[in-house]
């Protein structure tokens, strides 16, 4: 059984920098994709950023420049550098193990609330 949990999360000012962190552990298979979504009250959960095994990266556009996305693969942690954050980006933050395969293998974090306000 895979586990993943989230660190990192609280309130900071416009402007400020927060770094979440997600540790997984059990049995995890390479390769594989890690990523962070958010989801905002009301709103759909969104993709922030994924990153494979490898270290290829991938961002949504509103991120881009801002967040950084890295991994660990001794530690098995995940970890997303958020730089420059505006009131938008207040959102509970969840990790993403994604394993393909047969069977497709998906697991998710608790989450972790991040609030962007003066």
């Known amino acids: 059984q895979v586990q993943l949990v989230e660190s990192g999360g609280g309130l900071v000012q416009p402007g400020g920098s927060l770094r979440l962190s997600c540790a997984a552990s059990?049995?995890?298979?390479?390769?594989?994709?890690m990523g962070w979504y958010r989801q905002a009250p009301g709103k759909q959960r969104e993709l922030v950023a994924v990153?494979?095994?490898?270290?290829?990266?991938n961002y949504r556009d509103s991120v881009k420049g801002r967040f950084t996305i890295s991994r660990d693969n001794a530690k098995n942690t995940l970890y997303l550098q958020m730089n420059s954050l505006k009131p938008e980006d207040t959102a509970v933050y969840s990790c993403?193990?994604?394993?393909?395969?047969?069977?497709?293998?998906?697991?998710w974090g608790q989450g972790t609330q991040v609030t962007v306000s003066s």
């Open positions: 993403n193990l994604a394993i393909p395969g047969i069977p497709f293998r998906n697991y």
């Open positions: 059990g049995r995890i298979f390479s390769p594989n994709s």
């Open positions: 990153i494979g095994s490898e270290g290829n990266t």
